[in-house]
């Protein structure tokens, strides 16, 4: 048999090559870099732990711990602690507790008595038909208001797509919240009625979702698929051109030339556009927008920060005028995050809000995330930890039209049977997409080697 040829090994390639092994069905992972997990790394110094990229995975998908479970990583998987509960969003410069209940949005400080009236009419505001697209902010102005949309969701896209909400398309970068009035006619009516549906389906809504990472960070995860495929993960080897081959494909990259059954895509967007394909062309993939993002890990006494700390951590609206999007309690979430008496906090700076600081020297961002975590949190004192990861091409951004490069890959793999396409770019930014969008490319390929074996 044939194998299959995998081009990125992020957690998307990673999975979807595990499982194919797990068929005996041989593959190569090609990876440019010179590690595998894509943007997944942890580094563990002095005690404390950073993330350079994502800080945990959501379980949204039966898939998600079963993968933890078919790698046996179930004892040092770790669960959000309980008493992280509190989501803050900042208001007048201070961080207040977003409501868990409906009776404490009624009593919440966060929005205004015509906000909460707005909520309340959502039920009764006609939903849109138009195949157009429209874009986030558009949507929440229609179905709520502006001020939801300037005090909330503009601060839920920041932390999600590091995205401009006015940009953003609702079809498809909140894909659940488009079908909930497409489906329900409402938000509210959605999650009510729609709930057996999605229990039914092994979905999990993503605000009852269990979070959770790994004893040493989330490389645990990518570590333990790159050691079950071995010699499989071709590191510093990038690919070059793809050549459509009878019965299969045949894969140039700068180490060989091989022939597979089939070739699935995981890498990024903006590097497709890099790939040459005979008789066709990857150049529309470099308009997908990639803003870039820094990460910023601080390590602080716990003395010497005035907030309890207690919760997952605080999103910013863009009204409020800080540089940092948010910042993770690392520390509050997992344990071993930073020694006995100190705090871990984790802040992303750039994205679509302020691109240009996010390529700032790495003092500079510290001193950035630095003061505006003294104004949020009261957090006084030098770090006695810092760390800063820089992403030139962080988050694709399905912005309004984005349609159009999801129509384009549909349309490339009915042209070009055997090439697939899978990954954040596709099929949604979190791991937990990622990981899913790993298992259905698997099981795609799979079928099709079933339907048609490659010939001797």
């Known amino acids: 048999m044939k194998p299959i040829a995998i081009i990125g090994a992020g957690i998307t390639g990673l999975t979807a090559a595990f499982y194919l092994k797990r068929k005996n069905i041989p593959i190569a992972v ?16 002095n005690g404390f ?86 874009s986030v902010a558009a949507f929440v102005e229609r179905r709520l208001n502006r001020e939801f949309l300037d005090r909330a969701v503009d601060a839920l896209v920041a932390g999600i797509y590091a995205g401009n909400p006015e940009q953003l398309s609702i079809r498809h970068a909140l894909p659940r919240l488009f079908r909930l009035e497409q489906d329900y006619g409402s938000l509210i009516r959605g999650q009510i009625f729609g709930a057996g549906k999605r229990r039914r389906r092994g979905e999990v809504a993503r605000s009852r979702a269990k979070m959770f990472s790994f004893d040493e960070g989330l490389q645990v995860l990518p570590d333990a698929l790159a050691a079950q495929l071995g010699d499989s993960v071709k590191l510093n080897t990038t690919a070059t051109r793809l050549f459509p081959a009878q019965n299969g494909w045949r894969v140039f990259t700068t180490r060989e030339e091989t022939e597979f059954a ?29 803003p870039p993002v820094a990460s910023v890990v601080l390590g602080f006494r716990r003395a010497d920060v005035a907030h309890p700390l207690d919760g997952f951590g605080v999103l910013i609206p863009k009204i409020e005028q800080f540089k940092i999007l948010g910042a993770i309690f690392s520390s509050s979430l997992f344990p071993n995050r930073a020694p006995e008496k100190f705090v871990t906090l984790t802040s992303y700076i750039g994205g679509e809000r302020n691109p240009e600081l996010a390529s700032k020297p790495p003092d500079e961002l510290a001193s950035l995330a ?34 159009k490069f999801k129509e384009a890959f ?23 997409d990622s990981i899913v969008s790993g298992v259905n490319i698997a099981q795609r390929v799979e079928k099709l080697l079933t339907v048609r074996p490659s010939r001797p």
């Open 30 to 45: 090609y990876e440019a870099a010179g590690r595998p997990g894509g943007v997944i790394r942890s580094v563990r110094q």
């Open 49 to 134: 732990l950073a993330e350079f990229g994502p800080n945990t995975i959501l379980e949204t998908s039966p898939v998600i711990p079963q993968l933890v479970a078919d790698l046996n990583l179930e004892p040092r998987r770790l669960y959000t602690h309980a008493q992280a509960k509190n989501r803050y969003l900042v208001r007048a410069g201070k961080p207040v507790a977003m409501p868990s209940s409906p009776l404490a949005f009624l009593a919440t400080k966060l929005f205004s008595f015509r906000a909460k009236l707005a909520v309340l009419r959502e039920p009764f505001v006609p939903p849109r038909r138009e195949a157009s697209d429209e």
């Open 262 to 290: 089939a070739v699935i895509y995981c890498g990024p967007a903006h590097r497709l556009a890099e790939l040459q394909l005979e008789n066709a062309g990857f150049k529309m993939f470099s308009e997908v927008r990639h």
């Open 370 to 403: 630095q003061n505006d975590l003294r104004a949020l949190l009261g957090a006084n004192g030098e770090p006695a930890f810092r760390h800063v990861a820089f992403y030139p091409k962080a988050i694709p951004q399905y912005n309004v039209g984005y349609g």
């Open 410 to 432: 549909d349309e490339l793999e009915r042209k070009f049977p055997g090439l697939f396409f899978a990954g954040s770019y596709r099929d949604g930014v979190s791991l937990g």
